[in-house]
């Protein structure tokens, strides 16, 4: 199984959590294949500071991106049919989870209650 990192501990990393930094450190170092889904680029930019979009870049290319397919859309869909009214998750944590569901890859989040999914592993790492 590889690992899929949510939005949540990017953003810590960069605002200098060190928990987040050696986490990430751990993750190489424990799998394969380290993900992300481009929806999570997206969140990334939409929220940086002035002179960030380089830094994003850089901390990004560490990591292999989840593009989003026909597969993953699909897959979005069917968890927001299921669980946006009972669970009130919302169209990026879905295509979030699909892209985990997807690789196979165990989804690390900080907000576990977006991802009700029992498909998917979701685990809170700190």
Same mark, same amino acid.
């Given at each position: =199984?590889?690992?899929?990192?949510?939005?949540?501990?990017?953003?810590?990393?960069?605002?200098?959590?060190?928990?987040?930094?050696?986490?990430?450190?751990?993750?190489?170092?424990?799998?394969?294949?380290?993900?992300?889904?481009?929806?999570? /680029?997206?969140?990334? =930019?939409?929220? =940086? /500071?002035?002179?960030?979009?380089?830094?994003?870049? /850089?901390?990004?290319?560490?990591?292999?991106?989840?593009?989003?397919?026909?597969?993953?859309?699909?897959?979005?869909?069917?968890?927001?049919?299921?669980?946006?009214?009972?669970?009130?998750?919302?169209?990026?944590? %879905?295509?979030?989870?699909?892209?985990?569901?997807?690789?196979?890859?165990?989804?690390?989040?900080?907000?576990?209650?977006?991802?009700?999914?029992?498909?998917?592993? %979701?685990?809170?790492?700190?």
């Amino acid at each position: =199984m590889d690992a899929l990192i949510d939005s949540n501990i990017f953003v810590d990393h960069l605002r200098g959590k060190g928990e987040a930094t050696e986490f990430l450190k751990w993750c190489i170092d424990k799998y394969g294949t380290v993900y992300y889904s481009v929806i999570t /680029r997206i969140e990334l =930019m939409a929220g =940086m /500071r002035k002179g960030e979009e380089e830094i994003i870049d /850089r901390l990004l290319n560490v990591f292999e991106a989840v593009e989003v397919t026909g597969l993953i859309a699909n897959a979005a869909g069917l968890y927001m049919n299921k669980y946006a009214k009972s669970h009130g998750i919302n169209t990026p944590d %879905a295509i979030i989870a699909a892209s985990a569901q997807h690789k196979n890859a165990c989804l690390y989040s900080l907000n576990l209650k977006h991802f009700p999914m029992k498909d998917i592993k %979701a685990v809170k790492p700190y």
